[in-house]
């Protein structure tokens, strides 16, 4: 899923929730964390236009739940 810079995030919730979005370089390295409270709508949007083009892991977590993606930059 490529991208210009912000990444819109449906975590498909129904009641307001503590967030965590950690994005990594391909090479491991953290270079964006978030932290905050979603409504109950469950979208957040996370703008990575101010980093290099390139290949981002971008983890989220959600409780007990995690999921990574990949996302490229452009």
């Known amino acids: 899923n490529p991208t210009n810079g ?15 979005v950690v994005v990594f370089s391909i090479a491991g390295k953290k ?6 409270i979603t409504s109950a709508q469950g979208k957040m949007s996370i703008d ?11 983890r989220i977590l959600s409780g007990s739940e995690s ?8």
Do not use: C, F, G
């Open 31 to 36: 270079v964006l964390e978030r932290k905050e």
């Open 67 to 74: 999921v990574i993606k990949r996302v490229v930059l452009y």
């Open 6 to 20: 912000v990444i819109m995030i449906d975590l498909n919730q129904q009641h307001e929730q503590d967030i965590e």
């Open 48 to 58: 990575l236009s101010h980093l290099p083009d390139a290949t981002y892991m971008v």
